[in-house]
Nanobody, 126 residues
């Protein structure tokens, strides 16, 4: 079992930055192959993939909509995953969720992830 808790959301003006954190407990990152991902869901829209990182941190994958602006990273010693979000746009407004997938291959479908956090709200004003 893996428990995930997100933090770092808030209200920011367009062009600003936020860093989201996801603290994991239960199975530790260093002992199991776990891919960590970030997803987001805006009102009235489906949950969409944002970024993911493999267990070693050596491989990352970002959605086209956030490439060049968002960076995912992980600190296995702290069991924490981060999402650094720069140059934020109003269309980035959503609830952001951290998710964990037991495996070695990065997958972008939310149905592949077994564990989820409660989400953190990010609001970008224009």
């Amino acid at each position: 079992q893996v428990q995930l808790v997100e933090s770092g959301g808030g209200l920011v003006q367009a062009g600003g930055s936020l860093r989201l954190s996801c603290a994991a407990s239960g199975r530790t990152f260093s002992r199991y192959y776990i891919v960590m991902g970030w997803f987001r869901q805006a009102p009235g829209k489906e949950r969409e993939f944002v970024a993911a990182i493999n267990w070693s941190g050596g491989t990352t994958y970002n959605a086209d909509s956030v490439k060049g602006r968002f960076t995912i990273s992980r600190d296995n010693a702290k069991n924490t995953v981060y999402l650094q979000m720069n140059s934020l746009k109003p269309e980035d407004t959503a609830v952001y969720y951290c998710a964990a997938d037991q495996g070695v291959v990065i997958r972008t479908s939310y149905s592949m992830y077994e564990y989820w956090g409660q989400g953190t709200q990010v609001t970008v004003s224009s």
